[in-house]
């Protein structure tokens, strides 16, 4: 686990969702350690390595996943890094991707994205809510409309215990009266950066707009807290690259992931003796 120092540096330093350990931990129920300046998340047999270092030092990013699967003797492994240098066969990759930045402050919008912000606003209100019942349905009707893996399904479901274990979560949910008609996930957990983790909307009660409106007022919110820019996450699709883009944000760092079983410490020692 981390100690408060770990605590402080890692805020100090964070530039990535995954380096949010109230989010990681929140969604996977693993614990949080540095291993030489690198974020590394334990469970039950299963290490989560977080490839990109806190603080550029320490050695080439494979002699660091070497150290930490050496620590801490992982049966399975998933990494993101920049690239994947694993060649395994037991290795599956996903699909390369890139994550976003938003410099703030924001400059002046465009016009069509302007009127936009506005007409939702005219019909919504935007507050700062807790999370409960209303933002439970919208959640099940997102799983329900997409074909999504046991993972990304895990991810969704377990937001509530991210919410619950953070206290540098904010969650924005824009109203029409009482209904609630979507809601917008910041985290505000780094020195520099606020996140966009989260953004889902209903498709019973839609209102052109209503994620935009979300979206100005979420960079207010980070702005106002002194954040540099916003970590805007993953490109994931075209239609959400092309969100993230009218709204000025570029992909800034290349992402890569896989998960690959490694030999159980035994296993390894008895192939060694042989």
Not at 59 to 70: D, F, K, M, N, W
Not at 130 to 156: C, M, V
Not at 213 to 234: T, V
């Amino acid at each position: 686990m981390l100690t408060r120092e770990e605590h402080v540096f890692v805020h100090k330093r964070a530039y990535l969702p995954e380096h949010l350990p109230d989010y990681v931990s929140g969604i996977s129920g693993e614990e949080p350690f540095i291993h030489r300046n690198c974020l590394c998340f334990l469970g039950k047999g299963h290490l989560t390595f977080v490839g990109f270092p806190l603080k550029e030092e320490g050695g080439p990013v494979s002699s660091l996943y070497e150290s930490a699967c050496e620590r801490f003797s992982p049966e399975t492994v998933s990494v993101i890094a920049p690239e994947i240098w694993l060649d395994s066969s037991s290795i599956e990759r996903q699909p390369p991707d890139s994550y976003y930045r938003l410099d703030l402050p924001l400059g002046a919008l465009e016009p069509d994205l302007a009127y936009m912000v506005r007409r939702a606003g005219r019909e919504l209100q935007v507050i700062q809510g807790t999370f409960g019942r209303d933002h439970r349905r919208l959640i099940r009707e997102f799983l329900k409309d997409r074909a999504l893996s046991a993972a990304q399904h895990n991810l969704f479901k377990r937001i509530p215990n991210y919410l619950k274990k953070s206290s540098t979560s904010h969650l924005l949910e824009a109203r029409r009266g009482k209904d609630l008609v979507a809601f917008t996930i910041l985290d505000t957990g780094s020195a520099d950066f606020g996140f966009y983790l989260f953004n889902l909307r209903s498709g019973r009660d839609p209102v052109p707009g209503a994620s935009d409106l979300l979206f100005y007022e979420m960079a207010g919110i980070a702005q106002s807290l002194g954040k540099k820019a916003l970590n805007l996450g993953l490109g994931i699709n075209e239609g959400i690259r092309r969100f993230k883009e009218k709204w000025g944000g570029h992909a800034f760092l290349p992402y890569a992931s896989a998960i690959l079983t490694r030999k159980p410490p035994e296993l390894a020692d008895l192939a060694h003796k042989l």
